[in-house]
Nanobody
Framework: QVQLVESGGDLVQPGGPLRLSCTAS????????IQWYRQAPGNQRDFVAS???????NYADSVKGRFKISRDNARNTVYLQMNSLKPEDTAVYYC??????????WGQGTQVTVSP
């Protein structure tokens, strides 16, 4: 059974950094593609960033140059380093894993709040 656990969400001031983690179990992690999404209250869940098994990355325009996604296959973990945070980055952040057969799994989410 595949499980994803996000962590690292917190209250942070505008302009500050924060790093989120997504740790997976129950799958061949090194063959997986991982995506980060976020959802603010009343909004749809939006794509933030992704990293493939080959470590190819992709970002939403709204976070390019500020966020960086990376992976540590030895720890079955993907990170989302977020810098220069803005109030509009406030949301619940979710990770989504696609396994080697293309099946998708979601984590439970972690809250990020950017406020003075």
């Amino acid at each position: 059974q595949v499980q994803l656990v996000e962590s690292g969400g917190d209250l942070v001031q505008p302009g500050g950094p924060l790093r989120l983690s997504c740790t997976a179990s129950g799958t061949i992690f090194r063959l997986s593609t991982i995506q980060w999404y976020r959802q603010a209250p009343g909004n749809q869940r939006d794509f933030v960033a992704s990293i493939t098994s080959a470590s190819t990355t992709n970002y939403a325009d709204s976070v390019k140059g500020r966020f960086k996604i990376s992976r540590d296959n030895a720890r079955n973990t993907v990170y989302l380093q977020m810098n220069s945070l803005k109030p509009e980055d406030t949301a619940v952040y979710y990770c989504k894993l696609f396994d080697y057969q293309g099946r998708a799994y979601w984590g439970q989410g972690t809250q990020v709040t950017v406020s003075p």
